[in-house]
Structure formats: structure tokens, C-alpha cells
């Protein structure tokens, strides 16, 4: 087995939302809190009742514990036989929003406190605010205190559509409700009582399997140069972290801004010498040119290069006692590099509440805004959405040195149009802007694989989900960007005008055909995960994407297994005759007479499934 | 497909931890990496060498010895600083330790006052440093996980845990004016299980101590307090030998052994892997009162 990985979550949400409380029940009850721990809880609960104070693990100094508030961050570490976790217990008061945006930084997820009496706060939606403009890319909803609106369905239905609502207007789509009450553990760790009505996963089981791997960027490289490492007359290295992308050794690499061209020589980790290294390694590399780099620098491939900068438009949220004023100086820290920067205007004020947005002079603290800054010294930069390496940089009062801001960098828009100044990429023969010109080669050099469609077919209940994203996971993990095509999740989108009549079906596979061959166009391996019962339409489908690059398997188990295993409670239903025109019960399924692979997964476990298909894919490529 | 570009928990902390130490050389400008000989040291000692590598070590090592260490901890510290080649300063408050500071008659509260915080500032201030590297981790204590990775300390060198700075993503603000300092913790996240794991997958040499062996140990309170060659019995008491090893390494009369027969890193792995008790539990320091870890911090304390 691998080594586990690692998931950084946060909790937000109100006060008095129960945050330390939940983190409490979450780790007395996967066993990750030592006995002394929970013997001086004992000790220290004032009540004398039976119940322990959760809320005393995490809150940590004692003006907390005096006030019963959570001022800052807590830092909290635990693991599962599958994951390790680092979970951020960041405060509730609007007071403390910086100590909160600290946390919100460094997370893969984050989890949201609402209670269910309260319903959605303002602070729950000044959290989530936050947690969408840091680009936290997906959100679990803990509705806590179930047992005191009666384990009502319809109270946590209401709360989640209304929560949904707002959610949608931030651009997020990633969200999981889970009803809990964290005093009694319900739904946390183990199923609770008296909610039957939800058949959803437990807190814990979601935080062991969501996926986060994938959120790394692997594709744009940038190396910013912490320090040269140098031995007279021995060596010359640039230590760093790969902040995105990977770099090969006898790779071409760019220096910026100076743009001196050389070559990868060496990479170490520490007296280690690596083949490759990718987004979030430290590294040392050696040049096979003795050219000028320094601290600040950033290393790059020619072909993808960041671009320069002397203005940064970006989104704040202002953390300082002293206010961003248009006009004002400020150090900023963005990468490895310290500049100063006037600030030239302030666009508006967000009200993360009504997500209106107010005309303002100022921001102060707390406060979330848009602004404009002007470089004494221009830097490389990429928008925060693809890069948050080099889409962030720090405020820094020039006179006290505070951190007065987090800001991410972001492109203008449309709506700005009066800000359309933002200068030329000076005359830099060697640093060239590619923009459409290209080819499907160059794209399948950069994605290290040739693009193809795995098309898996079965009955429902065959695996095919399971193995599609089972195997998106290990492509990914060994660097192949991938993307799974589902036929319960295009149904809510793309298709969701579409029944299951022989028509609408044969539709629902045309348009998934298209988009599978413009993600290969984009260089992209797509495995799809649709019944796709007919021949005619899998031959079309074929022919859509282009025969070379389809490759069909057949996830051939019996009806008897999927029936056995019966997932989804379809095969209940279409024999009780609720569910007309279902697969292998009242609609035929028509099998692949030679397909690529077949997969039995009643034989095979998923690992020997996709054990198959990689060693597939592999003789693909070599082909 | 051989290519594995996924990261596992051990290389991710060790980057981070790299990363850490490199901006501490990078923006310091008279940088210091604290060395108490422990295991966490031993780790930190190895991520310094391979931030640097093939290049030595950028800056000084800081032991403040109290004088009441494990004589196999100065033995081991003064082998490794020859193996290794980097430059060690000692300092201990010679002015307490000749007035007779020891925690026997003074109390573990103005001892580690006198030995460790008072020595710690002083020997701080004489160096004019201004990044000082330690190995807490946030795991340890709960003031410790409140604490930053770049942690700002006034001209005294104390902790407003109220006025932390805000630390967002991996931009250390690491500006500030003439003698204000910071604490830095590139183990932060680390778990002390992590650093086992580390230290197997890595080879690193650590103090023998850690190992279970037969030594001489009084039992007080529930712990197992080595006796030294001045440790005085208390009335009733007498010394025996048991089987045992420690879980973290102090001043003799304060650090507590545990129970073992782990001799070699995997079997230590093992019986963490096991553990129902807190790493801490054997440091009789952080038991004096609630909050004791906290208030030390404050004034100064790591």
C-alpha cells in the first residue's frame, strides 16, 4: 500500500455553531486523542456533569478558555488508517476574520458549521466568502444541532437550499451537507440516531475518501529561487520549491526577468539526485551555463512563461489596524521577492453578506475589496485561479511591518473596462507569448501521454463509476491529466433535458461523445462511465472520437452480482415494476462483441481492474 | 506510466520544512537554529543539511545547556557537531549555576525560569539574532498549536499570542525592526510518530537514550526519574533498575522514562503506533499548572 496523503482542512462557521466541539467529537471518536488529554478534560470541566467540554481541546490559551471563545487558530493532527489530517480550528468572531484567513490559506477543504436552530449566519456567509476567494475548491456543510430541531429533514433541507442559493453566486459548486449533532457524535463518526431520512456518508468517511490530489497544478512549471546554494569553485545550485509543474532533468529552463536561456544539469533533494521533480518538492538545480540568477528569480520552461507585471489587480482581504488608502506605500512579498507598491485605487468594498459591492476610500480591518497597486519593481506573476504560488502576495506596512493584507491576483474583466492601461510585456526577443498556435503534438509532449477515451460499458451495478474514478486517480497520480466523464453527473448538467427513452439515450451518448473528443483535442485522457446499452450508439460514439483513440471496455459481470450488489436500489425498484425501461430488467443490453478489455468485477478486484487497463493504456501509448 | 508524481505525507513535510529553513537564511540577517540534541533536533540538523547540501550549514547551532543534561546528550552533541562539521555554541547561565539553581530545592518553575528562559533571552540577545530556528511542533501542547511558523517576538522576546501575525500561505512576513525577533518552527506540522518515520526512512543518528535499557530509575508520582549521580531520595524511596527508555529528552531530574523493551526505530514506530499517552506526559515542566506552557511562552520560553 502507499504511503497515506495528507488533507489540510479548516472549520468555520459562527460562534457558538459548535466548531470546537465538532473537532472534539471528531477525534475522541476516531480514537486520536491521547487518555491524558481526555483525563485533563475531566479535570478541567467546571460543570461537574458527565458530559466532557470538547471545546477545551482545541481552544488552547486561557483567555479562551475563560471566555469560552476561540481567538486563534488551533492546529490539530490526526489520522485514519487511510489519511492523515491536519485540521485548522480557526475562530468564529468577525474580530478574529484575519486568524480565520490564515487557516483558509493553507486548506484543501473546508468544513462549515451551521446550526440548525440559527440557520445561515452572516459570519457562515462571510466564511464562505473568504474560503471561495482563497479558491478553496470544495466545502462540506455540517448542519449541527440536528437534535434540537427534532432531526427534521425538512429544517436541514431548507438550510441547504437556502445555503446552496448563496453558494452558487460565489462560483462554488463543490458542497456536501451532512446533518450532525456533534454533542452526541450522530453522523460524525458513526451513523447516528434518528435520522433515518439520510442516507448520505458520515463526517469522518467523507474526509477519508474526497479526492484532493488533483488539485495541484502539474502543468505550468515555476521554480522562485529561495537562496544559491554555493561551494567555491564546487558547485553553484538555486534552491527552491516547485511551486507548479514538474521539471525533468536536461530540461530547457528560462531565467526570469533576466531571460537567460540554459539547462537542467542536476536536481537534488538533498544529497539526493532525482530524475524528476514536481509541484511541491524542495529542490536544488544546477545549470550547465554559469548565468546570473538570484533570490527572486524564478525559473521557467521557454515555452510557458508567466507574465511581467508593474500593476497587480487584486482581491484583499485586510487584516491590518492600519488601512489600505489609494495613494498609501506598502512592502509586498510576492514569491520569493520583497518590493514596495502605491496603491492607486480602491474599487469597492465587498459586503460578503449581500455580496453587494459599496464605494469606498478606504479598507480596514476585515474588510474584503478589490484594489489596484502600482510595482516600484515589476514581478512574474500568473492569475491566483491557476497558480496560487504566483497569484499571491502579502501587504506590509512600511512603517510597522504588520501584515496588513492577503491579497490573490486577478485578471481584468470586462466590468473594469476603465482599467484597460496595463502595459505591453517589454521588448524581450527571447520571451515569446503563445497564444492558439498549438498543435496536438506539442500538447501530447507537455501531458507526457497520447490523449484517448476509455469507454466503459456495462450494467448498472457492474463498477463502472468505482473503476472510472479509481483509475483517474492513479493516472493522475502518475502524471496524467484525466477526467471522468459520469453518467449520473452529466445528467445533471449537460444532458439534464434528457429522459431514457432509445432516443434521449442515444442523444445522451452523442453529446458525451463530443465533449470526450474535445478534451482529447485538449489533450486530455477522458474515461467514461455510462451504461451506453446499445451497439449503434457505442459505434457512434466511436466514430465521434476517432477510432484510434476509443478504446472500449466491457465491465462484463453477471446481473445476478450487479443485482446482488444492487447500489443504487434500481434493480428493487425496476422489479417491483417502479422503474420502467431499466437495463437487464425491462431493456435489453447489447454486450461488445470484441472490445479492447473485458472486466469482470466479480472475479477481479479493483486493483487487478485497473492493474488491466494501465497495462493497456501503456502498450497504447508505446503503440 | 512509471512516474509517481503524487507526494507522500513524509516528502511533503520534509519540503516544507526545507522551504522554512532556506527563507530563514535567506531573509536573516543573523540567523540561529536552536539545538536541544532530541530527536526533533536530529531531524531538524538533517533538513538543514539537505537545504544547503552540498553547501555547509549556513548558520550557527545554539545549545542552551542548563547543565543538567543526560551526560550521553553532550556526548552526542559534541560528536555530531565534528561529523557533521557545523559550528556550535554553547551557553549557559554560569551566574545561576554557581548561586546552586538546581529544581530539586528551587522548584521546576524558577529553575527552567533561570536555565532555560533567562538563559535562552540572554544568550539570544548576546548573538544578536534575529530568526531563531527551534523544533517545537504543534502536536506537542495546545499553546504550541496556536503558534505560527513565523512567530514575532517583542524586544523582550515574549509572545502576545493575541497579536499574532496573520501567516498566509507560505509568504513569511519576516520584516521587522532592530530587536524584535522571531521564533521559527519548520516542524510545525510534524507529529511525533512523523518524526520516527522520518527518522527510519532517513538513517538520522539519535541520542542512545531514546533506546530501552535497563537503568536506574526511582518512581515519583507515577513517573520514572532517572537517578543521576546527585538526584536526591526522598524518604521511602529507593533507586531500582527497570527496563525503560525516554520519549523526550530534558533535564534528568524532570524528564520522566517510560516502560520499554523498543530497541531499534522500527519497534519505537510500533509502540507509538500503540500509545495511549500524550508524548509529553513524562515532562514534569508542563504539568505544574494549567496554562504553565503558556505562560513560559510568553515570557519567552519555547
Known amino acids: 500500500m502507499s504511503e497515506p496523503d495528507l488533507l489540510h482542512f479548516l472549520t468555520a462557521g459562527s460562534v457558538d455553531d459548535g466548531k470546537s466541539t465538532l473537532i472534539g467529537r471528531l477525534l475522541y471518536d476516531a480514537n486520536a486523542l491521547y487518555d491524558d488529554h481526555v483525563a485533563a478534560l475531566r479535570r478541567t470541566a467546571a460543570t461537574g456533569n458527565a458530559e466532557m467540554d470538547f471545546s477545551l481541546i482545541t481552544d488552547g490559551l ?116 451532512i446533518p450532525v449533532c456533534a454533542v452526541s457524535g450522530d453522523n460524525v463518526v458513526r451513523r447516528g440516531n434518528g435520522m433515518a431520512w439520510y442516507a448520505g456518508t458520515t463526517l469522518l468517511s467523507y474526509l477519508e475518501e474526497v479526492y484532493v490530489a488533483g488539485d495541484r497544478n502539474l502543468v505550468d512549471f515555476r521554480l522562485p529561487v529561495q537562496r544559491v546554494i554555493h561551494l567555491p569553485g564546487t558547485f553553484r545550485g538555486f534552491g527552491g520549491r516547485v511551486v507548479s509543474g514538474l521539471l525533468r532533468g536536461g530540461d530547457e529552463v528560462m531565467v526570469l526577468p533576466s531571460g537567460f536561456r540554459s539547462r537542467v544539469t542536476s536536481i537534488a533533494i538533498g544529497m539526493q539526485p532525482v530524475g524528476t521533480a514536481v509541484a511541491g518538492q524542495s529542490i536544488t538545480v544546477s545549470l550547465e551555463d554559469d548565468i546570473d540568477v538570484g533570490r527572486g528569480d524564478l525559473l521557467v520552461h521557454p515555452g510557458n512563461v508567466p507574465r511581467e507585471r508593474r500593476e497587480l489587480e487584486a482581491m484583499l482581504v485586510w487584516t491590518g489596524d492600519e488601512p489600505l488608502v489609494a495613494g498609501g506605500i506598502y512592502q509586498i512579498k510576492h514569491a520569493a521577492r520583497w518590493l514596495k507598491a502605491r496603491c492607486e485605487t480602491i474599487s469597492y468594498r465587498v459586503d460578503p453578506n449581500t455580496l453587494s459591492r459599496d464605494t469606498v476610500d478606504s479598507l480596514s480591518l476585515n474588510d474584503i475589496g478589490r484594489a489596484r497597486f502600482t510595482l516600484f519593481t515589476p514581478v512574474l506573476a500568473d492569475e491566483y485561479r491557476r497558480n496560487r504560488a504566483l497569484g499571491s502576495f502579502i501587504v506590509v506596512s512600511v512603517s510597522g511591518n504588520d ?24 521588448d524581450r526577443s527571447n520571451v515569446v507569448w503563445h497564444e492558439g498556435q498549438v498543435t496536438l503534438a506539442a500538447r501530447s509532449a507537455v501531458m507526457g501521454h497520447r490523449p484517448a477515451t476509455v469507454w466503459m460499458t456495462g450494467l448498472s451495478g457492474a463498477g463502472k463509476s468505482t473503476v472510472a474514478f479509481a483509475l483517474e486517480r492513479r493516472l493522475i497520480e502518475a502524471g496524467h491529466p484525466c477526467f ?63 477510432k484510434e483513440r476509443f478504446i472500449e471496455v466491457h465491465l462484463s459481470t453477471r446481473i445476478e452480482e450487479c443485482e446482488r450488489r444492487d447500489v443504487k436500489g434500481f434493480y428493487r425498484k425496476a422489479r417491483a415494476g417502479e422503474l420502467q425501461g431499466f437495463t437487464g430488467v425491462s431493456a435489453p443490453y447489447e454486450p ?23 497495462q493497456h493504456l501503456e502498450n497504447y501509448y508505446e503503440s | 506510466m512509471s512516474e509517481r508524481l503524487s507526494l507522500g505525507l513524509l516528502d511533503e513535510l520534509e519540503a516544507e520544512s526545507i522551504q522554512i529553513i532556506r527563507e530563514v537564511a535567506a531573509e536573516g540577517e543573523r540567523p540561529v537554529m536552536m539545538y536541544s540534541i532530541g530527536k526533533d533536533s536530529s531531524v531538524m540538523l538533517h533538513l538543514a543539511r539537505k537545504a544547503f547540501h552540498p553547501a555547509p550549514i549556513p548558520f550557527p547551532l545554539l545549545h542552551v545547556d542548563t547543565e543538567f543534561k543526560f551526560p550521553e546528550m553532550i556526548e552526542f552533541r559534541n560528536r555530531m557537531a565534528v561529523e557533521i562539521g557545523f559550528d556550535l555554541r554553547v551557553y549557559t547561565n554560569r551566574q545561576a549555576i554557581d548561586s546552586g539553581a538546581n529544581p530539586w530545592e528551587m522548584g521546576t518553575v524558577r529553575c527552567c525560569g533561570f536555565l532555560k528562559t533567562q538563559a535562552l533571552l540572554e544568550s539570544l540577545k548576546l548573538g544578536s539574532y534575529d530568526l531563531v530556528i527551534g523544533g517545537a511542533r504543534r502536536e506537542e501542547e495546545r499553546s504550541r498549536a496556536k503558534e505560527r511558523v513565523f512567530s514575532f ?52 543518528a539519535v541520542v542512545p537514550l531514546y533506546f530501552a535499557a535497563e537503568r536506574e530509575v526511582v518512581e515519583r508520582n507515577g513517573q520514572l526519574i532517572p537517578v543521576g549521580k546527585d538526584t536526591p531520595l526522598l524518604a521511602g524511596e529507593t ?64
Open chain 1, 62 to 177: 486561557r483567555a479562551e478558555r475563560e471566555q469560552g471563545i476561540t481567538i486563534d487558530v488551533a492546529y490539530r493532527y490526526f489520522a485514519t488508517s487511510r489519511r492523515r489530517f491536519i485540521v485548522a480550528d480557526a475562530p468564529g468572531h468577525e474580530q478574529y476574520t484575519r486568524n480565520m484567513a490564515t487557516a483558509a490559506s493553507h486548506a484543501d477543504l473546508a468544513l462549515l458549521l451551521i446550526d440548525a436552530e440559527q440557520g445561515v449566519s452572516t459570519q457562515s456567509k462571510r466564511h464562505a466568502f473568504i474560503c471561495a476567494l482563497l479558491g478553496i475548491p470544495r466545502f462540506v456543510v455540517a448542519i449541527n444541532k440536528m437534535d434540537l430541531v427534532g432531526y427534521s429533514e425538512e429544517r436541514f433541507r431548507e438550510i441547504e437550499t437556502e445555503y446552496r442559493d448563496f453558494a452558487v453566486r460565489l462560483g462554488l459548486s463543490n458542497l456536501q451537507f
Open chain 1, 403 to 426: 501584515t496588513l493584507g492577503a491579497a490573490v491576483i486577478v485578471d481584468r474583466t470586462d466590468y473594469d473596462a476603465e482599467l484597460k492601461t496595463e502595459r505591453a510585456v517589454p
Open chain 1, 484 to 546: 471522468v466523464l459520469d453518467g449520473d453527473n452529466v445528467r445533471h448538467g449537460l444532458n439534464r433535458d434528457l429522459g431514457f427513452s432509445p432516443k434521449d439515450r442515444a442523444e445522451n451518448i452523442r453529446r458525451v461523445a463530443e465533449v470526450a473528443r474535445l478534451m482529447n483535442e485538449a489533450g486530455l485522457i477522458v474515461i467514461t462511465s455510462f451504461i451506453s446499452p446499445f451497439r449503434d450508439d457505442r459505434e457512434m460514439a466511436g466514430q465521434i472520437i476517432g
Open chain 1, 592 to 614: 461488445p462483441e470484441s472490445p479492447a478489455v473485458r472486466l469482470d468485477t466479480e472475479l477481479l478486484t479493483i486493483d487487478d481492474s485497473i492493474n488491466i487497463l494501465l
Open chain 2, 153 to 204: 517576538r517583542d524586544i523582550h522576546g515574549q509572545w502576545d499570542p493575541r497579536r499574532q501575525r496573520p501567516e498566509f500561505w507560505q509568504l513569511y512576513n519576516t520584516r521587522m525592526h532592530p530587536g524584535e525577533s522571531m521564533r521559527v518552527f519548520p516542524l510545525s506540522n510534524w507529529t511525533e510518530l512523523d518524526v520516527w518515520r522520518y527518522i527510519a526512512r532517513e538513517g538520522i
Open chain 2, 239 to 302: 533507586s531500582v533498575q527497570r527496563l525503560c527508555r525516554f520519549r523526550t529528552l530534558g533535564c534528568y531530574p524532570c524528564t520522566g522514562a517510560v516502560a520499554s523493551s523498543a530497541v531499534t526505530v522500527e519497534e519505537i514506530i510500533a509502540e507509538l503506533e500503540q500509545a495511549r499517552l500524550s508524548e509529553r506526559t513524562t515532562r514534569i515542566i508542563d504539568h505544574d499548572q494549567d496554562g504553565s506552557m503558556e505562560r513560559k511562552k510568553r515570557e519567552g520560553y519555547f
